[in-house]
C-alpha cells in the first residue's frame, strides 16, 4: 500500500505554496524544474560505467580545469530544464564563461535567475564516489519584462530566496532550503518521485567530524594548522575525540556534516591566495542551507553570505558546519 503520510517534492512545494495567499508557484514550479533535471541526471550518472559518459571531455572550463563528459551533460540538462520552463529569467553556470539569458516572452517575465554547479565532485566520476548538483536561486532586480543582466547575477548571498543540492550516491537524494527551513526528499526509484525523507532538517550545534585537505596542511596559515593539530589531539576528556573525514566531494562531505554534526574547511593557501571554491555556485548555496539549519559558514574573514561578489566566478575560502565547532576554530582562527 502507498504511504500518503509521506509527500513527493511537488506535493510538498504545491503545500508550501498554499501557505501564502500571495504566492504565485514560480518558486515551486522552479524546485520541481530543477528535480526533473537531477532525475534525468542521476539515471546517467548510475550507467556511467556502462556508456561513453566516462573520463575527460577534452576541453576546459572557465576556472582552467579539465572538464568530464558527464559534466557536459548535466550542464546541458540543467539549462534545457530551465528554459523549457516558465520560472526562469537566465541562468549561470560554473560550466560556462557568461550567464545565458533565457529570451523568449515567458522567460522574460520570469522573476528569478539560477546559478548552479551541475556536477560537483566531478574528479570522481570515474571512480564511483558520490557527487552531486549545487544551486542557488535570486529574485532578479531588473524589471520583468525585460532580459537579465549581469547585476542579477552578482548580487551577495544573503539575497538568495532559495539554495540545494542533490547528492548522487548510495541513494540519490535531494536537499533545498527557503526561510522556512531545509528538508530533504529520496528519490525513489520505483515511482521515479522524490519522497520527503528528512523533514526540517536542523545542523547539530556540535559534532566530531573535521573535514579538510591534510595534503595542504603546510600551506595553510598558521591558525589552520594550531585547529588541525587540536582536532587531532582531542580526548573524550576535551570534548573528543575528533574524527577525520574528507571525500574530496563538497557535497558530499557538507551533506554528511550537516546531518551528523561536523565541520568542513576548505582554507586559502600559498598557492591559491584567494580560495580555490566557487563563491556563487558552492559557497553562497551551502552557506545558506548550513544557515537556515542552523550552522554557520564564513570565508575565514567574514560571514559568506555577506561579501559582496564582483565576479560570476569568484574563488573563496569555506569555513562551514555547527556552531559550536565554528567558534571553537575561531579561537585559532579569529574573523578579521
Same mark, same amino acid.
Given at each position: 500500500m502507498v504511504n500518503r503520510k509521506v509527500l513527493t517534492l511537488d506535493e510538498f512545494t504545491i503545500f508550501q505554496k498554499r501557505q501564502f495567499?500571495?504566492?504565485?508557484?514560480?518558486?515551486?514550479? *522552479?524546485?520541481?524544474?530543477?528535480?526533473?533535471?537531477? $532525475?534525468?541526471?542521476?539515471?546517467?550518472v548510475n550507467k /556511467?560505467? &556502462? !556508456?561513453?559518459?566516462? #573520463?575527460?571531455?577534452?576541453?576546459?572550463?572557465?576556472? #582552467?580545469?579539465?572538464? $568530464? $563528459?558527464?559534466?557536459?551533460?548535466?550542464?546541458?540538462?540543467?539549462?534545457?530544464? &530551465?528554459?523549457?520552463?516558465?520560472? =526562469?529569467?537566465?541562468i549561470g553556470s560554473e560550466e560556462i564563461d557568461d550567464f545565458v539569458i533565457f529570451d523568449d516572452e515567458v522567460s522574460l517575465n520570469s522573476k528569478y535567475v539560477v546559478?548552479?554547479?551541475?556536477?560537483?565532485g566531478s574528479g570522481n566520476i570515474d571512480v564511483n564516489i558520490s557527487i552531486g548538483t549545487i544551486f542557488s536561486v535570486f529574485k532578479r532586480i531588473t524589471p520583468l519584462g525585460t532580459p537579465v543582466t549581469k547585476a542579477d547575477f552578482l548580487q551577495r548571498g544573503d539575497r538568495q530566496v532559495?539554495?540545494?543540492? !542533490?547528492?548522487? #550516491?548510495?541513494?540519490?537524494?535531494? !536537499?533545498?532550503?527557503t526561510r522556512r527551513g531545509v528538508n530533504g526528499f529520496t528519490l525513489d526509484p520505483a515511482?521515479?518521485?522524490? =519522497?520527503?525523507?528528512?523533514?526540517?532538517?536542523? =545542523?547539530?550545534p556540535t559534532g566530531n567530524i573535521y573535514s579538510v585537505n591534510h595534503g595542504n596542511y603546510y600551506q595553510y596559515d598558521k591558525g589552520i594548522q594550531e585547529y588541525i593539530n587540536a582536532c587531532q589531539q582531542k580526548t573524550k576528556s576535551t570534548g573528543g575525540p575528533y574524527t577525520q573525514r574528507y571525500i574530496g566531494s563538497m557535497v558530499a562531505d557538507v551533506h554528511r556534516? *550537516?546531518?551528523?554534526?561536523?565541520?568542513?574547511?576548505?582554507?586559502?593557501?600559498?598557492?591559491?591566495?584567494?580560495? $580555490?571554491?566557487?563563491?556563487?555556485?558552492? =559557497?553562497?548555496?551551502?552557506?545558506?542551507?548550513?544557515?537556515m539549519a542552523g550552522g554557520r559558514a564564513t570565508d575565514g574573514k567574514k560571514r559568506i %553570505?555577506?561579501?559582496?561578489?564582483?565576479? *560570476?566566478?569568484?574563488?573563496? /575560502?569555506?569555513?562551514?558546519?555547527?556552531?559550536?565547532?565554528?567558534?571553537?576554530?575561531?579561537?585559532?582562527?579569529? %574573523?578579521?
Amino acid at each position: 500500500m502507498v504511504n500518503r503520510k509521506v509527500l513527493t517534492l511537488d506535493e510538498f512545494t504545491i503545500f508550501q505554496k498554499r501557505q501564502f495567499a500571495s504566492a504565485t508557484g514560480e518558486l515551486s514550479g *522552479l524546485l520541481r524544474d530543477i528535480g526533473l533535471a537531477s $532525475k534525468r541526471i542521476n539515471v546517467e550518472v548510475n550507467k /556511467a560505467g &556502462l !556508456v561513453d559518459i566516462l #573520463g575527460d571531455h577534452g576541453s576546459t572550463n572557465v576556472q #582552467g580545469e579539465e572538464v $568530464k $563528459k558527464l559534466d557536459i551533460y548535466a550542464n546541458d540538462q540543467m539549462i534545457r530544464v &530551465l528554459q523549457h520552463g516558465i520560472s =526562469c529569467a537566465g541562468i549561470g553556470s560554473e560550466e560556462i564563461d557568461d550567464f545565458v539569458i533565457f529570451d523568449d516572452e515567458v522567460s522574460l517575465n520570469s522573476k528569478y535567475v539560477v546559478m548552479f554547479d551541475p556536477l560537483d565532485g566531478s574528479g570522481n566520476i570515474d571512480v564511483n564516489i558520490s557527487i552531486g548538483t549545487i544551486f542557488s536561486v535570486f529574485k532578479r532586480i531588473t524589471p520583468l519584462g525585460t532580459p537579465v543582466t549581469k547585476a542579477d547575477f552578482l548580487q551577495r548571498g544573503d539575497r538568495q530566496v532559495a539554495a540545494g543540492y !542533490v547528492i548522487y #550516491g548510495s541513494s540519490t537524494m535531494l !536537499v533545498y532550503a527557503t526561510r522556512r527551513g531545509v528538508n530533504g526528499f529520496t528519490l525513489d526509484p520505483a515511482i521515479g518521485e522524490f =519522497c520527503l525523507s528528512h523533514p526540517n532538517i536542523k =545542523c547539530p550545534p556540535t559534532g566530531n567530524i573535521y573535514s579538510v585537505n591534510h595534503g595542504n596542511y603546510y600551506q595553510y596559515d598558521k591558525g589552520i594548522q594550531e585547529y588541525i593539530n587540536a582536532c587531532q589531539q582531542k580526548t573524550k576528556s576535551t570534548g573528543g575525540p575528533y574524527t577525520q573525514r574528507y571525500i574530496g566531494s563538497m557535497v558530499a562531505d557538507v551533506h554528511r556534516n *550537516l546531518l551528523k554534526g561536523g565541520i568542513f574547511m576548505y582554507p586559502t593557501t600559498r598557492d591559491k591566495p584567494k580560495g $580555490k571554491l566557487r563563491l556563487m555556485y558552492e =559557497c553562497n548555496p551551502f552557506a545558506f542551507i548550513v544557515e537556515m539549519a542552523g550552522g554557520r559558514a564564513t570565508d575565514g574573514k567574514k560571514r559568506i %553570505l555577506e561579501v559582496e561578489p564582483n565576479d *560570476l566566478h569568484q574563488r573563496s /575560502a569555506l569555513f562551514i558546519g555547527s556552531p559550536l565547532m565554528m567558534d571553537e576554530l575561531e579561537k585559532y582562527y579569529p %574573523l578579521a
